[in-house]
């Protein structure tokens, strides 16, 4: 029983950091452009062929792979909001909001559907980072799990570092606290905004990356994430980057440990995803701004 | 008057006029030549006939196989009217994607109906899509060939419109159960998709393994869940322990857990079986996304094997080949055979009008890349009623790495097994 | 050749709709000055302001720092040129510590070193009583030491010319005569201000130069005693 809970628990925080990867990118967005990003879902959909291309075309192997799809992915985010976003940052846009999710909503479709046509139809699935298993009495990981939770977790360190103790990331923290404030000290916004973008779409790209050897890509892949990545970003609090890595982590855990053990065994595995939104209810029904919300979203 | 005048065919005083010998031969000639049917010559610029193909080209839909199934119905359309087309008319396909969505279903038939007036529509790949469609083309009397939709359903209603080219559940089910209860399989888990085609497929299984009495557990999944390490762990982790872990699931997700299976030391391994139904075990990028996991997996196809394949099976999986770089999977030739069952049925009823197809399809007697096509105009059962009886399907089992399905070893039925095991064990 | 200004406008004009909230302003403030910028309310000064330090576009005129075109520049273009200013509703990183608000801008200088910027950030602290407060979280202070940490922030640009829009605002006399006192010794030490208020005996306590705005336009710009006594000045705040 003891093995049995723990290889499930192993499991479940291997799929928890993916998820915080996904989901603090997405807060991320949020908390400096103050749109909800719905193509967030494609953008890691995106960076798993990025990389999967990186490695059959360019030859690169499967781990620096994932670094360069995540550069790729950042180039990628930060094309699209140049291309798309921009009329967010203009005074006189009204419904900043509603044209927030509109254009993130179509640019989803549009991504999904030309993802059909560029990649094919067909899953695809790059080598392996490590073949084979770890096998540590009852707990049996595949490598690839192990080097997706390993360099999730190296990410959402670096990360961290990042936003606290480089100029760049408190200018970040700054421009999600109060944009007027961070413009009459010197930092130029849209920069931010620009790059904010760009940081959240190389996360979810990085993700995609890291576990397309593990559920194979296609182009509708980025339908779930999505989808779990507002419930995390939710629970932990809007905008709030150490809110999404442990609300990420914690519903990648028990979600799994639901599966493991509740007590009806056939229909566990159809309600896992129902189980997080189930959570979160209950998360919001005595903390309505999530686990660390705040009041104002704010990046910390 | 001379002869060369005749043609303008004028008349006398009275309006009559006997017409001379020559031109009684001429003109008889040319209305002989005109009734001819007309394979055999090209077609000419005349009226198309148009066919509307309904399918998944898009999420959430199965686009994959969709596309497929899309690519072999243009190829139907090219060979017909490479050939002269039907009753001297062009093959003209409108194809609608239907996303695997009812709603969708519902639009693009009535589309079809309304808009374009097709003289049949064919396709489909979801049940449950195929279900919304079938009301459309019952209510403007538009016949309706199905394609790879399983689901009893789709022919028990009765609606004389429609048709149905691939198996269907219980054809299926029973071979599945059949194949388990003859390979002596002592304790089987079900894991199906958490919808109405999933729990349809699982039940004819069930109900066969309980007339039986072989010992089975049900199990469900969310169709878009691609993580299923926990419910493998939870089936690994069962007392008494299962010797065949049977899966329908026609999303991607069959291939991560099809690979979790395998690396969690649950399935395919000397101790359980896996079969994986659904198809994709036989689309292209298979062995791609499973690697070994893929080695001793057992699954249905729904083509003519290999062995029984006719010069129609081999002309076709030859030019599919070269033109799309990849085996077509069963769902392919079931389109393929839809377009030329359609055009057939229009030739020999001469006509494009509904109930002349209707007719022309349950007289069909055609032999095509799967066969001989006939549809049953019984009953009993209910499902029987334009039904190809003999739609075949038969179940491989991989032994090697990268094997084609044409190539892997047929198991059951008897009449198309290739090996004399029902079931081959994993050898470590 | 006379020097130019620090930061002069010419028909410096904004309108929201129909509304003139500056309708063609000429204004040109000197190094070392001290102006008082006063008018009704809706009389455009915060507009100024905002035009002045890129806040706001502007739709026609100028705006030159040092002889220099800036207008249609950002904000942060201005802050970056020396350009300062506080809010009438005090604007900080609410979330961040009282020395890390003051960090910001520090940093954000190029070639910024930290050591040294902390330095200086704590030598500005220091001035204005808010040292002992370095971790508290700024949210956490009371509206008087916001005023006081954001014109701290504010120095940290080490900006030429401060705008300050209605730094009295709802503030305790004591700590009315402290800003003043701050703000006077920053003028000694040679930084140009333009205050905004409309307490008008604060202004008359530093100012030396007053400017007088209604309805979009300049109507009195001069010494503090003839501005006074400006007929046209007077009729603006009766409203007759």
């Known amino acids: 029983m003891l093995d049995y809970f723990l290889i499930q628990s192993a499991n479940g925080i291997v799929i928890g950091v993916i998820y915080a990867l996904i989901a603090t990118g997405l807060t991320i967005i949020f908390a400096l452009l103050k749109i909800v990003n719905f193509a967030h879902g494609e953008l890691y959909m995106m960076g798993g062929y990025f990389g999967y291309y990186v490695i059959t075309l360019a030859g690169v192997p499967p781990l620096p792979a994932v670094v360069a799809a995540m550069a790729i992915s950042f180039a990628f985010a930060v094309a699209i909001e140049r291309g798309l976003l921009t009329p967010l940052y203009s005074p006189g846009m009204e419904r900043k909001s509603d044209y927030g999710i509109l254009i993130t909503f179509g640019l989803a479709v549009f991504l999904r559907n030309i993802a059909i046509i560029i990649f094919g139809p067909f899953p695809l699935r790059p080598p392996s980072f490590f073949d084979g298993d770890l096998v540590l009495g009852g707990l049996i990981i595949s490598y690839d799990r192990l080097v997706a939770a390993g360099g999730g977790l190296l990410i959402l360190v670096l990360l961290i570092f990042f936003l606290n103790r480089t100029v760049w990331g408190q200018a970040l923290n700054a421009v999600s606290q109060s944009r007027e404030s961070a413009s009459i000290v010197g930092i130029n916004s849209e920069r931010m905004y620009m790059f904010a973008f760009g940081l959240g779409g190389a996360l979810a790209g990085g993700a995609g990356a890291l576990v397309a050897p593990i559920y194979s890509l296609s182009p509708s892949m980025g339908l779930v994430p999505d989808t779990q990545a507002f419930v995390i970003v939710i629970l932990g609090g809007l905008g709030s980057v150490s809110g999404s890595i442990i609300a990420g982590i914690l519903l990648g855990l028990s979600e799994n440990l639901f599966i493991a053990f509740l007590p009806d065994p056939n229909r566990g595995p159809s309600y896992a995803n129902a189980f997080g939104l189930f959570i979160m209810m209950l998360v919001l029904l005595f903390r309505p701004t999530g686990i660390f919300g705040r009041h104002h979203a704010a990046m910390e | 008057m001379t002869g060369e005048h005749t043609k303008r065919g004028s008349s006398g005083i009275n309006g009559k006029r006997a017409l001379p010998r020559r031109d009684v031969l001429a003109l008889a000639s040319a209305g002989a030549a005109a009734t001819l049917p007309v394979f055999g010559r090209p077609a000419r610029a005349a009226e198309p006939v148009k066919l509307g193909w309904v399918g998944p080209l898009s999420p959430p839909g199965g686009y994959a196989e969709g596309l497929l199934m899309k690519y072999a119905s243009a190829m139907a359309a090219d060979d017909i009217n490479k050939q002269g087309g039907v009753l001297g008319r062009p093959i003209e396909i409108l194809y609608q994607d239907t996303r695997g969505m009812a709603a969708e279903g519902t639009a693009a038939a009535e589309r079809l109906c309304v808009q374009d007036k097709v003289a049949a529509i064919f396709g489909e790949f979801h049940s449950s899509v195929a279900l919304a469609e079938m009301e459309v083309v019952h209510k403007y009397n538009v016949p309706f060939l199905a394609c790879d939709v399983w689901s009893q359903e789709v022919t028990a209603k009765g609606y004389p419109q429609v048709f149905r080219n691939s198996i269907t559940f219980p054809l299926l089910d029973v071979m599945i159960g059949d194949w388990i209860v003859a390979a002596g399989f002592k304790n089987a888990a079900l894991l199906c998709e958490q919808d109405d085609i999933g729990l349809a497929w699982r039940k004819g299984v069930a109900d066969v393994l309980t007339a039986h009495k072989t010992p089975f557990q049900l199990y469900t999944a969310d169709p878009q869940a691609t993580d299923f390490t926990a419910q493998v762990l939870r089936l690994k982790a069962n007392n008494p322990p299962f010797d065949l872990f049977l899966v329908l699931y026609g999303e991607a997700g069959a291939y991560p857990m099809t690979r979790e299976s395998h690396s969690l030391g649950f399935a395919p391994t000397a101790n359980t079986a896996l079969f994986v139904s659904g198809g994709e075990a036989v689309d292209p990028t298979f062995w791609k996304n499973v690697g070994k996991a893929g080695l001793w997996l057992i699954c249905e196809n729904v083509g003519l094997p290999k062995s029984a394949w006719n010069d129609k099976t081999k002309a076709f999986v030859a030019a599919f080949n070269a033109k799309y770089k990849t085996d077509p999977p069963g769902s392919a030739m079931e389109a393929y055979d839809a377009v030329w069952n359609l055009a057939e049925a229009i030739k020999n009823s001469g006509s494009t009008a509904p109930e002349a197809i209707i007719h022309g399809l349950e007289t069909l007697h055609w032999v095509g890349t799967r066969g001989l096509y006939t549809y049953s105009t019984s009953k009993d059962p209910a499902w029987a009623y334009h039904q190809y009886m003999d739609a075949p399907e038969s179940i491989l089992q991989y032994n090697a790495q990268d094997q084609s399905s044409f190539d892997a070893p047929i198991v059951w039925p008897k009449k198309y097994a290739t090996v004399p095991y029902l079931y081959k064990k994993p050898t470590a | ?240």
Do not use: C, W
Request: aromatic share 6%; glycine share 10%; proline share 3%.
């Open chain 3, 1 to 240: 050749m006379a020097m130019p200004a620090l930061i002069e406008t010419r028909g410096l004009s904004k309108h929201f709709g129909g509304i003139f909230a500056v309708d063609r302003l000429d204004f040109a403030v000197n190094a070392g000055e001290l102006v008082g910028l006063i008018g009704p309310n809706g009389s455009g000064k915060t507009t100024t302001i905002n035009l002045l330090t890129g806040h706001l576009k502007i739709d026609a005129g100028q705006v030159r720092l040092r002889g220099e075109r800036v207008d249609g520049a950002a904000a942060s273009v201005f802050a970056a040129r020396g350009v300062g200013r506080t809010f009438q509703i005090t604007q900080l990183f609410s979330r961040m510590s009282v020395i890390e608000n003051m960090l910001v801008p520090g940093l954000a200088r190029a070639h910024a070193e930290k050591r040294v910027v902390l330095g200086e950030a704590r030598k500005h602290l220091e001035f204005l009583g808010l040292a002992s407060l370095e971790t508290l979280q700024a949210k956490n202070l009371s509206g008087g030491q916001q005023k006081l940490l954001e014109l701290g922030r504010a120095l940290m640009l080490k900006p030429e010319i401060l705008f300050l829009d209605e730094p009295f605002a709802g503030v305790n006399p004591y700590l009315r005569d402290e800003i003043i006192g701050f703000v006077k010794t920053l003028h000694e030490a040679g930084r140009t201000f333009v205050i905004v208020d409309h307490d008008l005996d604060a202004i008359q306590r530093l100012v030396h130069r007053l400017v007088v705005m209604s309805r979009g336009k300049k109507i009195a710009d001069g010494p503090l005693a003839e501005v006074r006594t400006n007929p046209a000045v007077i009729t603006a705040y009766s409203g007759v």
